[in-house]
Nanobody, 123 residues
Framework: QVQLVASGGGLVQPGGSLRLSCAASGFSLEHYAVGWFRQAPGKEREGVSCTSSMGGVAHYRASVRGRFTMSRDNALNTVYLQMNSLKPEDTGVYFC????????????????WGQGIQVTVSS
């Protein structure tokens, strides 16, 4: 069964950190494009970061650049999103997704989605 399981969300104070994990089963993430997305209450889902199937540098939306870091552990078949200096506006449901499209750019659509996990940044 092909699936992504996300974990690591929770409640954190502004300025704090969280690390989200996204573990794949039934397929190897190593050759997939992977993206992290989030959806705040009352807002549309937005892309947070992504890496293409060919690897290389990760791309970030401007509001998280310098604070969030995406990484892969191919041995564990897991992708991470390290989130530092969290702000209340980072609050939302976070999703990881993977896509088999091959290339050096992040895809516009993704084949496999993990379940959403809540991240709440509040004092």
């Amino acid at each position: 069964q092909v699936q992504l399981v996300a974990s690591g969300g929770g409640l954190v104070q502004p300025g704090g950190s969280l690390r989200l994990s996204c573990a794949a089963s039934g397929f190897s993430l190593e050759h997939y494009a992977v993206g992290w997305f989030r959806q705040a209450p009352g807002k549309e889902r937005e892309g947070v970061s992504c890496t293409s199937s060919m690897g290389g540098v990760a791309h970030y939306r401007a509001s998280v650049r310098g604070r969030f870091t995406m990484s892969r552990d191919n041995a564990l078949n897991t992708v991470y999103l390290q989130m530092n200096s969290l702000k209340p506006e980072d609050t939302g449901v976070y999703f990881c997704a993977a896509d088999s499209a091959q290339g050096y750019t992040c895809p516009h659509e993704y084949d496999v989605w993990g379940q959403g996990i809540q991240v709440t940044v509040s004092s």
